[in-house]
């Protein structure tokens, strides 16, 4: 069936550090890849969709590249902020768009 | 942006109870779902729900599981009866669906706890 591996699942920086995030995907369709951020008492929201091979999407600073070649996809900040701190999400929706299927999550501590 | 809203927020029960969990999704979204998260581990699809019927659903959606959406109120997941296993936090999303968008919007979760 469709999985998603992300293994970070805590990362430490300091502030103004560069923050890389990876994720591995498997299926037999056409995927949607998305980057979700979960703040602490809240539900995740949606940081970035990427959709095309190669292409990237940004936002709040956040960059996602996806690599079909691979099956993967990243999340990359050049310079993170204590208010980044958060857990980050990626996530796989099928081809019928029906669920999303998540990864583990990555915790994000940055420290001042 | 659009709001996802859940209520309860927390939730305990002695375990063999029913319990109903309640989502208020976006006013106009079509495509419904839960999902469960338990404590430390990674977030898990439920079901999904569409033009009053359930589309898909997971091994984790066990025949003591339910859901509905009467007359376009709210859309609930009910369980009965509950086990321990049941504690998690149950989070709900919802999206327009096709020509609109499949991005989903969850609520903030309704943390269950099965005593």
């Known amino acids: 069936g469709d999985s998603v591996i992300q293994m970070q699942g805590q990362v430490t920086l300091s502030e103004n550090d560069f923050l890389f995030i990876n994720c591995t995907y498997s299926?037999?369709?056409?995927?949607?890849l998305f980057w979700y951020v979960q703040y602490s008492g809240e539900g995740p929201q949606l940081l970035l969709q990427v959709t095309t091979a190669n292409n990237k999407g940004s936002s709040r600073g956040f960059e996602a590249t996806y690599d079909k070649g691979t099956t993967s996809f990243h999340l990359q900040k050049t310079s993170v902020q204590e208010i980044d701190s958060a857990v980050y999400y990626c996530?796989?929706?099928?081809?019928?768009?029906?669920?999303?299927?998540f990864g583990a999550g990555t915790r994000l501590k940055v420290i001042a | 942006g659009p709001k996802v809203l859940q209520i309860p927020s927390h939730q305990i029960i002695d375990m063999g109870q029913m319990v109903t969990l309640n989502c208020d999704p976006v006013s106009n979204h079509l495509y419904f779902y839960w999902y469960k998260q338990i404590l430390g581990q990674q977030m898990e699809f439920l079901v999904n729900?569409?033009?009053?019927?359930?589309?898909?659903k997971s091994k984790l959606f066990k025949d003591q599981f339910s859901v509905e959406r009467p007359d376009g109120s709210y859309f609930t997941l009910k369980i009965q009866p509950t086990a321990l296993e049941d504690s998690a936090v149950y989070f709900c999303?919802?999206?327009?669906?096709?020509?609109?968008?499949?991005?989903?919007?969850f609520g903030p979760g309704t943390r269950l706890t099965v005593l």
């Open positions: 299926t037999t369709g056409y995927p949607t």
């Open positions: 996530a796989m929706s099928d081809t019928g768009n029906y669920k999303y299927v």
């Open positions: 999303a919802s999206s327009l669906g096709l020509g609109g968008g499949w991005e989903q919007y």
């Open positions: 729900f569409y033009n009053g019927k359930v589309m898909e």
